[in-house]
């Protein structure tokens, strides 16, 4: 089903594309040997390159060459072995040199694909454009000072990845969908954080409408918007917009706008009169980039298990639900724990564990898999207690519980909780022997053909052994007597 | 090509450079001087020539991923004309 | 002889001779700077007290006999250079009271070696002239006289300080920088050797830019011997500067002298252009002569773009002023012309720091880069400059030096030219071309012409092959004897 939303004339369809800027991790700068570090006093993370001081020259970071080519191929993308890098001309308070250095015209990375999964399992698959390097700006504080605005350079200069999608995306859904499976991706290989509240990525959304079957309608872009959420409101604020345009017989302007989340709604950027034109042309002070293929080959073999990868391994390998795998492979340090926890034991167990009793723990403690109260070690070591018939499931729950709050080893918990479980036949036997002989009315109505009951004596004969009899042996025992 | 004085405007303001009204006439006749001697080079044929890039003595060197700067805020605000504490300043930005 | 007479190589030996102190040799200079600068204008800043520290310590070294190759010589720097903690002005108001707190690379080499600075030579503003007349600083008057006339002359340009104040005996020798032509042509109108090194073998770090693809650093002297010895100090690989060049140095004063048997020396027939003086077309053709006794083979070529290199010339260098002036903003350094909002406070800024030269080339670079021009312009600038180092690579496939004039005319007066840019722009005609190459290029002095005023030949060599350039121009040098001196000069004004 396409989505779509219905104007006065009908139904109307949404056409999206994204261009995220990432910051890339590295220890300093992109052209500059200054810490690239979040934080730190104003203006201390610069140097006098940053600060576009005369004569002063850009030297390439190599790391940050290395980290755009692993996001390259990690989304599936061409590497352009020879790119370049562009100066972009404009003026602005927190642009020290008047120009950012960006690749314009020869991007490092070239076409790729991300696929993303929708609710309803749905699969689709979104093109990448390209992927570039550029510098950030610095910042601009504006309720400092009545007359001023101060201008902190820490992050002028830090490097960026910007990865633009090809419009392929139709629904808010999509761009959600979208920009969760690039941040995965992008965790995955330590390229960036991911982190869109400290602003180490965030998204400029062009979007347009269309009736069926239309050619592209003219876009707007709504720029730096900085969380998920807001991306997807946007979408179908702005789209909302422009159908009315469209529909009152009005134009839509190709215009940057932003999105105001507090009044959701989109406004257009006082668009001054002169548009901008931003004079790219070669950085001269920076040669053509050649990287040899070589390099990029060994950047691959150095690359971690993607996740698409990872959660098509786990559906084969560990026999799971391909929903569980996407769950468990959300992260790689729950994948990770997932793993260890699965190694050698029921792994379809250990799976309901983890994204069950596991992640409701981590949600109730506030607690993430980095720093769970329960380590994958002892997770696995309580499973190998239920495998070996140590402990039955219901059991289990109990030790789980202690586990999270004493920190104890399952086995401790249950050598001194006495949880063990009873195998003993006799034991059994007569817990059965003397639930029958107390229950002699519910045991006539059962012989009269009332199956429903066979659950009572297995709860009554659990109960009276403390819930700690191996339940199959109980159902044995019953059925025999019964 | 030829500038009129609409152009000379704008690319004064592309390159802030503030200019009277009564500068314009001045800088279109020099600029356009400029402009039409240099449209010499149509007779030049480019055709299948790629144009220069850097001077093809070397590629990109690329330096370690290593902290080697920063932290110099006194020589960065050294030269600042009107500094505030640790910050340059700038008539207010409205956005 | 006086001490401001000396050549380098002179003075050094002298030095370590214990002839007379650094101290002594540093005073001359800057007393003759004293007397002599109100006039010429050819420094923006001196630094007399400090060269005089420099120079005890400098006595001091060579007293432990540890002297470097320039201990205790006096150096003038154009003021492009970033110096630490002395101001740095380009010659433009943006900057006139810009105090660098870094050294360039440059600059730094040359005080590892010993070298005294006495203070930062004047130059046109940004390096954008080619007669130093648009300095924020006033223009600088040429040392030289035509025979029987009391006008100023201009110095050439960009680096008109330095060539003005090595010719009259301010310093010993003194940097400059290239873009066009602003070593060898004041070099060409003050009787000096200018030498601009291949792009990429002088750092470009703390130089102030203004055509990036296209500047080079250069030493400016009174021979040919001195060229090499501050080049020896100034070339070298840099991790700085992203376009310099990581190959060795070689022992440059090795190559004065050399023989020049079996040398091919190529003859351009573009350069015979029109409006070539009759005197500088003589000079020429005496180079020839000169070249052939010492032994080299003189070969025909043709570089056909040669005539396109200033068009190009004009575009690719505005264009990335253009951006390379965008940083000078009232913001972080340089002066600030107040402002109510952002953008009243750029434009006030940039129209009060900038003269009328280097807004018009900002202005000129703006339009070629901006949309709809980028194409008709820029990329075909680069591409023609391709074809103009294709005619370089080609006749350096026949012959291994090239030599030509270095200006068509010899130095003109003050006002003397129209006030048309692309008439004034004309001067670079023959000094273009390898900049937009990046091949190495050396201008030398070879006698006087009908008034009196010094005339340069230049040679154009291969990439990296410098050594060429001063075998073949120290030959040059001999032959031509070139020993006049300007009226104006610190021994005759004694």
């Known amino acids: 089903m396409t989505y779509t939303i219905e104007g006065k004339t009908g139904a109307w369809e949404i056409v999206v594309g994204l261009e995220v800027h990432a910051q890339i991790i590295s220890h300093s700068k992109l052209f500059s040997g200054a810490s690239a570090s979040y934080g730190g006093e104003p203006n201390t993370h610069v140097s006098l390159v940053d600060a576009g001081f005369p004569g002063m020259l850009p030297v390439l970071n190599q790391e940050c060459v290395a980290q755009a080519i692993r996001t390259g191929l990690g989304l599936r993308a061409r590497i352009n072995l020879e790119s370049r890098f562009d100066r972009k001309n404009y003026f602005y308070a927190d642009l020290p040199t008047g120009y950012q250095i960006s690749q314009f015209t020869h991007p490092i990375v070239g076409e790729g694909t991300v696929e993303i999964e929708l609710g309803d399992g749905t699969v689709r698959h979104i093109g990448i454009t390209r992927l570039h390097m550029e510098q950030d700006a610095g910042k601009s504080m504006h309720d400092q000072d009545p007359a001023r605005s101060f201008i902190d350079l820490n992050r002028a200069g830090v490097a960026l990845m910007e990865i633009v999608s090809e419009p392929d995306i139709r629904c808010p859904e999509e761009a959600g969908a979208y920009l969760r499976k690039l941040r995965q991706i992008l965790r995955y290989l330590g390229t960036c954080d991911g982190n869109m509240e400290e602003g180490s990525m965030r998204a400029d959304v062009n979007v347009s409408v269309r009736k069926a079957g239309e050619p592209f309608r003219t876009r707007c872009e709504i720029k730096n918007v900085n969380s998920i959420r807001y991306v997807m409101h946007s979408i179908e604020v702005e789209a909302t917009r422009q159908i009315e345009v469209w529909e009152d017989g009005g134009e839509v302007d190709q215009e940057t706008r932003l999105f105001d989340p507090s009044r959701n709604e989109t406004r257009s950027l006082r668009s001054k009169e002169d548009a901008h034109d931003y004079r790219y042309f070669p950085d001269p002070d920076l040669l053509p980039l050649v990287v040899e293929q070589e390099w990029v080959d060994a950047l691959e073999r150095g690359l971690p298990e993607l996740p698409d990868d990872k959660r098509d391994r786990f559906v084969k390998e560990y026999g799971i639900p391909r929903y569980d795998a996407s769950v468990l492979v959300a992260e790689q340090a729950i994948a990770d724990y997932y793993e260890e926890v699965a190694k050698g034991r029921d792994a379809r167990l250990a799976a309901n564990w983890v994204t069950g009793d596991l992640f409701g723990a981590l949600n109730r403690t506030g607690r993430t898999i980095t720093d769970s109260p329960i380590s994958a070690a002892a997770l696995g070591g309580m499973l190998d207690l239920v495998s070996d018939k140590t402990i039955n499931g219901k059991i289990a729950k109990e030790v789980f519980e202690d586990m999270l709050e004493t920190g104890d080893s399952a086995a401790a918990i249950v050598e001194r909780k006495g949880l063990k479980q009873v195998t003993d036949t006799g034991a059994i036997d007569a817990a059965v022997a003397d639930v029958m002989a107390r229950n002699a009315d519910k045991v006539e109505e059962y012989r009269g053909g009332k199956d429903r009951l066979f659950g009572f004596f297995v709860g009554q004969v659990m109960k009276a052994m403390a819930g700690k009899a191996n339940p199959a042996m109980v159902n044995e025992a019953l059925k025999k007597v019964l | ?95 | 002889m006086s001490l401001t007479e000396l050549t380098i190589a002179d003075a050094a030996s002298g030095l370590r001779a214990r002839k007379f102190s650094a101290v002594e040799l540093v005073r001359a200079h800057t007393d003759a700077i004293a007397a002599l600068n109100p006039r010429l204008n050819a420094y923006i800043t001196t630094t007399a007290d400090e060269a005089l520290k420099a120079a005890q310590q400098a006595d001091d070294v060579l007293a432990k006999g540890e002297a470097r190759a320039l201990t205790g010589i006096p150096l003038g720097i154009k003021d492009l250079f970033c110096t630490n903690g002395v101001r740095t002005t380009a010659a433009s108001n943006i900057l006139k009271n810009f105090v660098p707190p870094y050294e360039s690379t440059v600059t730094a080499n040359l005080l590892r070696d010993g070298a005294v600075f006495v203070g930062k030579t004047n130059l046109d503003e940004f390096a954008m002239g080619s007669a130093n007349i648009t300095s924020a600083f006033g223009p600088v008057e040429n040392p030289w006289k035509r025979n029987g006339d009391e006008a100023a002359l201009v110095p050439g340009g960009s680096s008109g300080g330095s060539a003005a104040a090595v010719a009259a005996g301010l310093a010993m020798g003194a940097t400059g920088t290239d873009t066009g032509g602003s070593i060898r042509q004041p070099a060409a109108y003050c009787g000096i050797v200018g030498l601009k090194p291949t792009y990429g073998r002088c750092s470009r770090f703390g130089t102030i830019a203004y055509a990036s693809s296209l500047d080079q650093a250069g030493p400016m002297a009174r021979s040919v011997r001195d060229c090499a010895i501050m080049l020896q100090s100034m070339a070298g690989f840099d991790e700085r500067d992203s376009t310099s060049v990581n190959c060795d140095v070689p022992d440059y004063s090795a190559a004065i002298g050399r023989s020049l048997k079996g040398l091919k020396v190529g003859i351009p027939a573009e350069y015979r252009a029109e409006g070539l003086s009759a005197e500088i077309a003589a000079a020429w053709q005496q180079g020839i002569e000169w070249l052939k006794a010492a032994g080299c083979e003189i070969v025909d070529v043709s570089l056909p773009h040669t005539k396109y290199g200033l068009a190009t010339y004009y575009i690719v260098a505005p264009a990335e002023c253009s951006s390379n002036l965008a940083r000078y903003d009232g913001l972080r350094f340089g002066e600030r012309v107040p402002g109510d909002t952002l953008d009243a406070m750029y434009e006030a800024t940039r129209r009060a720091g900038f003269g009328p030269e280097v807004r018009r080339r900002i202005m000129m670079g703006t339009y070629v880069l901006s949309a709809g021009y980028y194409d008709a312009y820029y990329l075909k600038a680069q591409k023609v400059r391709t074809l103009i180092r294709r005619d370089f690579t080609e006749a350096f496939g026949k012959v291994d030096v090239l030599l030509t004039p270095t200006a068509p005319t010899p130095a003109f007066a003050q006002g003397e030219q129209s006030d048309d840019p692309v008439q004034m722009y004309l001067n670079d005609i023959f000094t273009v071309p390898a900049s937009m190459a990046g091949m190495p290029a050396m201008s030398v002095p070879v006698g006087l012409g009908a008034t009196g005023l010094p005339l340069g030949l230049q040679l154009i060599g291969r990439p990296f092959d410098e050594e060429t350039l001063l075998a073949t121009g120290s030959a040059l040098e001999s032959a031509a004897g070139f020993t006049h001196r300007p009226a104006i000069r610190a021994e005759a004004a004694k």
């Open chain 2, 1 to 95: 090509m030829s500038l009129d004085p609409a152009t000379v405007r704008r690319i004064a303001r592309l390159a802030r450079i503030g200019i009277d009204e009564s500068d314009v006439p001045a800088l279109q006749g020099e600029l356009n001087g400029i402009l039409g001697w240099v449209e010499q080079l149509n007779e030049v044929d480019v055709e299948g020539v790629p144009p220069m890039v850097g001077t093809g003595h070397a590629a990109l060197r690329t330096r370690p991923d290593v902290v080697t700067d920063g932290n110099c805020r006194d020589a960065v605000l050294s030269n600042a004309p009107d500094g505030v504490g640790p910050f340059y300043t700038v008539p207010k930005v409205v956005e």
